[in-house]
């Protein structure tokens, strides 16, 4: 079944301890983002990459780290997290981009930071 | 910038028409619009390029003025399952896709 899959799904943790979430997709596309959803303010984007090796800031990138060492995976990584932080994480991609082609979505990571 | 939809909320009941519109301050080459029930992931419903094309499925269907840099999206007669938050996604440029979403557009669709 072609899916974006996002782990884990639920995530709790202190502030300044590192952590990582994972994004994996298997319908090979060269386009990869990542989305924080907080309410009224819709989804903002963190950081996107348009394939392997190349990365590119969105809206809101401080505070956030990203790689694209293979194609399949873009790992979402918060260096030093914060209680502004705490949000929905949702990973999407798309082939080859997103001017003619849908995003499709993981199922989200809801992160809170105390 | 992120693009301003309108309504931000809107309460119909089984069998009205919707209209929900997204617009942009900058030029845009492409229009995307998504549904979100809640707790659940955006889905993609449709997207529109310049050219003033104007698409639909269903009972839902959508259309992009790219000289008003903006799009509309009508939902007709519609259903219960229609309900949920309606987001548009705006590409500025091909070639370096960024694309961003406005803060949508909260729907509930009353017996």
């Known amino acids: 079944e072609a899916q974006v899959t996002q782990n884990p799904r639920y995530l709790i943790t202190v502030t300044g301890k590192k952590l990582t979430v994972t994004c994996s997709q298997n319908?090979?596309?060269?386009?990869m983002s990542w989305y924080r959803q907080d309410p009224g303010l819709g989804l903002r984007q963190i950081y996107y990459s348009m394939n392997v090796e190349v990365t590119d800031k969105g809206d809101v990138p401080e505070g956030y780290k990203v790689s694209r060492k293979e194609k399949r995976n873009f790992p979402l990584i918060l260096e030093s997290p914060s209680p502004n932080q705490t949000s929905l994480y949702f990973c999407?991609?798309?082939?080859?981009?997103?001017?003619?082609?849908?995003?499709?979505f993981g199922n989200g990571t809801r992160l809170t930071v105390t | 910038q992120q693009p301003v939809q309108s309504p931000q909320a809107v309460i119909l009941r089984e069998g009205e028409d919707a209209v929900i519109n997204c617009s942009s301050s900058k030029a845009l080459y492409s229009v995307h619009w998504y549904r979100q029930k809640h707790g659940e992931a955006p889905v993609f419903l449709m997207i529109l390029l310049k050219g003033g094309e104007q698409k639909g499925h269903d009972k839902i269907s959508a259309s992009f003025n790219e000289k008003k840099q903006q799009s509309s999206l009508y939902l007709t007669a519609s259903q219960l399952s229609y309900s949920g938050t309606y987001f548009c996604?705006?590409?500025?440029?091909?070639?370096?896709?960024?694309?961003?979403f406005g803060t949508g557009t909260r729907l509930t669709i009353i017996p």
């Open positions: 996604g705006t590409d500025k440029d091909f070639g370096n896709e960024k694309l961003t």
């Open positions: 319908m090979n596309h060269e386009y």
């Open positions: 999407a991609s798309s082939s080859p981009g997103t001017v003619n082609s849908p995003l499709h």
